[in-house]
């Protein structure tokens, strides 16, 4: 079975781009959570899709933006990229959502210069 | 709402030593999950061990264990017979019990290294 898939898995854009992060999940797994990781910060909650449906959102602005698609698959949007969104963004899949079961990817590394 | 404390950002141990690691919480919730999730350089978050609140029963996975105080919020993880491999930031996490998200509260992590 394969584990939680995330592309690419490093990334360099310049400020006031924006990019687009991909996770697929484990096969069967229907819900997908989003975390940034950074050396100041620690791991933060950005926010979960469940069913193609947000379910919780963290305190991220509104540049942050997460969509899921029909077969459970997870793209993050960052607009207008700043320099403090460098950060390696995690996400995490889970069958029903309980944090009992969750995996993590191995994350996307993304270097805004 | 929920906070995690690690107080040790780093920490080292002799092979095949035993190494403790600390961790508080804070938290109004009753059912909740606490877990130690262990990051090696390849940056994926493994977990290592998970606790349910409501088990007074310290959750043990072969040479780690926990020593989970409720009444204190504190959950420390042991690492017994340590090995090179261990080498690793440990994150503590706490989570809601719910089956509706899967919102993880993290530490901000202690890098442990295992020296030979």
């Known amino acids: 079975k394969a584990g939680v898939t995330q592309t690419p898995r490093y990334l360099i854009k310049t400020r006031g781009q924006q990019v687009t992060l991909s996770c697929s999940p484990i096969?069967?797994?229907?819900?997908v959570s989003w975390y940034q990781q950074t050396p100041g910060q620690g791991l933060q909650f950005l926010f979960e899709?469940?069913?193609?449906?947000?379910?919780n959102k963290g305190n991220f602005p509104g540049r942050f933006s997460g969509r899921q698609f029909s077969n459970s698959r997870s793209e993050m949007n960052v607009s207008t990229l700043e320099l403090g969104d460098s950060a390696l963004y995690l996400c995490?899949?889970?069958?029903?959502?309980?944090?009992?079961?969750?995996?993590f990817g191995q994350g996307t590394r993304l270097t805004v210069v | 709402a929920q906070t995690v404390t690690q107080s040790q950002p780093e920490m080292s141990v002799q092979e095949a030593e035993t190494v403790t690691l600390s961790c508080t919480y804070d938290t109004s919730e009753n059912n909740y999950y606490l877990f130690w999730y262990k990051q090696p350089p390849s940056r994926q978050m493994i977990l290592v061990i998970r606790q349910e609140a409501y088990k007074q029963q310290n959750a043990t996975e072969n040479r780690f264990s926990v020593n989970f105080q409720k009444a204190a919020k504190s959950f420390s993880l042991k690492i017994s017979d340590s090995q090179l491999g261990d080498t690793a930031m440990y994150f503590c996490?706490?989570?809601?019990?719910?089956?509706?998200?899967?919102?993880?509260?993290f530490g901000t992590g202690t890098s442990l290294t295992v020296i030979p």
């Open positions: 899709y469940f069913s193609e449906t947000q379910r």
């Open positions: 996490a706490f989570a809601k019990k719910t089956n509706t998200g899967n919102q993880f509260y």
């Open positions: 096969s069967g797994h229907r819900s």
């Open positions: 995490a899949s889970s069958f029903r959502g309980g944090a009992t079961e969750a995996f």
